[in-house]
């Protein structure tokens, strides 16, 4: 008998599913010994506890309330200044003591630092009325520089070393000379982006600005518990008992399958931790769960063929997505099962999955009506959908790929999607409620609903 399970979170929209909720979840009803992090150190997932704690999470795994350790793979591109601020957050403010010893970090985790987030940033600006949406932390800008220049990659396992200070100045080079077309037009952004732009600049050019990164990465030298790759295997994945993938990004948004250009440098498919558990020599369970809001959200530019804005002030209120220059409008709609079945086949069909996770159902009971859509108007191009009108999946990892998913973001924009409503009753019990989604969810999707949260707690979120 086994007695070792992985549980993978993956969801299956734009970002903003609900992970956090789930994997506080799994978390508390496993008794997890360790969270594992993989992507990115931009995402942001609330966690709201029985107890009255409340945070959005970005690189601490979302089972810290519960003292679950967290481990930082080579798979996350972590961001040292976020760790350090998270910490501190978690320390004073949420009384989590000695919140370093939750923590391991692997050496070799790429590093993004200000000037990849003031480069983001400033791209975003320079895009006006065209924007892509970023976080600004400046991730994917550190992901593709490694890719591009090798030699200008921090890794965590650098911080520390005598040549830091020189290999901060070399991004910073770097980033100075690839801006010039953005920094010395200033006059060319919006007038209300201008001053924005030139606080970033300002930044850029500030030597002082340097003594204060280097002060930082001291610090996190010094607390922090870095480990090589076979502390994963050899530490974590050897013990009994139950470790939680929790994931940055959403399907939507993978590098390769979602719709460019509105998607991230990082692969979001869960390909990535499968790999990573084989390689590790995992030998015990693995519960694959994709999660997704009742409704579908976006945060910032891209298609969502599902839009309506009436639904906005209906169902943000309480969900902690706040618009902001970087990201953009917080946007929402019905639930797109169209979008949901395309992530679905992306990550290899519906037996990719053990189950679904759907979140902020609650909401829907509010309002009193659950809008759907299982088809799109306008769907007709099979180069790009299939003749009944489903998203087709093209395979690929190079720029004829990318070009694709840009003909399909461009098409998409241009569906309308076929809604339907289903009313619910005032006062309709929550076991009505949940038979209703798992049996509309999977007729769907082809996949079993195995949690439905109906509030922000672990005790809201009922297992099936």
């Known amino acids: ?16 599913g609900g992970k956090g909720g789930v994997v506080h ?34 690189q601490f795994g979302c089972g810290t309330f519960e003292r ?13 200044f976020g ?41 975003e600006l320079s895009r006006k009325e065209n924007q892509k949406g970023t976080v600004g932390v400046g991730v994917g800008e550190a992901m593709l520089d490694s890719e591009r220049y090798p030699d200008l990659a921090i890794r965590v396992k650098d911080l520390g070393k005598p040549d830091i200070r020189d290999r901060i100045e070399a991004v910073r080079r770097h980033k100075c000379s690839e801006l010039i077309s953005i920094t010395e037009n200033i006059d060319d952004l919006w007038e209300v982006d201008q001053e924005l732009a030139r606080k970033e600049i300002a930044l850029l050019c500030d030597p002082a600005f340097v003594d204060w990164m280097m002060g930082k990465f001291a610090r996190f030298s010094k607390e922090v518990t870095v480990v090589d790759f076979g502390y994963l295997p050899d530490k974590i994945l050897s013990q009994d008992g139950t470790v939680v993938v929790e994931s940055s990004h959403g399907i939507l948004t993978d590098k390769y399958h979602g719709f460019h250009p509105f998607t991230s440098r990082l692969r979001t498919v869960p390909t990535s931790t499968f790999d990573l558990l084989k390689m590790c020599g995992y030998d015990g369970d693995i519960v694959k769960l994709g999660v ?21 002030s209906k169902l943000l209120p309480g969900s902690s997505k706040n618009q902001n220059r970087w990201q953009g409008q917080v946007r929402v709609g019905p639930l797109d099962f169209v979008a949901l079945r395309y992530s679905i086949g992306v990550c290899g069909g ?24 299982n088809e799109y108007f306008f769907a007709n191009d099979l180069d790009l959908f299939t003749p009944s009108g489903e998203i087709s999946i093209r395979r690929g990892e190079d720029d004829a790929q990318i070009a694709h998913q840009g003909r399909l973001a461009q098409a998409l924009f241009r569906c309308q999607p076929v809604v339907v409503s289903k009313e619910l009753v005032p006062g309709t019990d929550r076991e009505y409620l949940a038979g209703l989604c798992s049996r509309k969810i999977q007729s ?15 005790n809201d979120k009922m297992c099936l």
């Open 68 to 80: 679950v350790k967290t481990h930082i793979t080579d798979r996350m591109v972590v961001e040292p």
């Open 444 to 458: 769907a999707l082809g996949v079993p609903v195995r949690m439905i949260s109906f509030g922000p707690t672990e």
């Open 292 to 312: 997704t809001r009742a409704y579908q959200i976006r945060h910032g530019a891209g298609p969502m063929v599902t839009e309506d804005c009436n639904l906005t």
């Open 83 to 123: 760790i350090l601020a998270e910490a501190d957050s978690l320390r004073y403010e949420h009384q989590v003591r000695h919140v370093f010893d939750l923590l391991t970090v692997d050496e070799n985790c790429l590093c993004a630092i200000p000037y990849h987030g003031i480069a983001s940033r400033l791209r």
């Open 350 to 373: 519906p037996e990719a999955f053990d189950g679904i996770a759907v979140t902020w159902f609650d909401q829907i009971q509010a309002i009193g009506e659950w809008k759907t859509c």
């Open 1 to 16: 008998m086994k007695t070792k399970k992985v549980f993978t979170v993956t969801d299956l929209g734009g970002g903003d």
């Open 25 to 58: 979840k799994i978390c508390s009803q496993m008794n997890a010994h360790t969270v594992l992090k993989v992507g990115g150190a931009q995402g942001s997932h609330g966690v709201r506890t029985a107890s009255g704690e409340s945070f959005n999470f970005s």
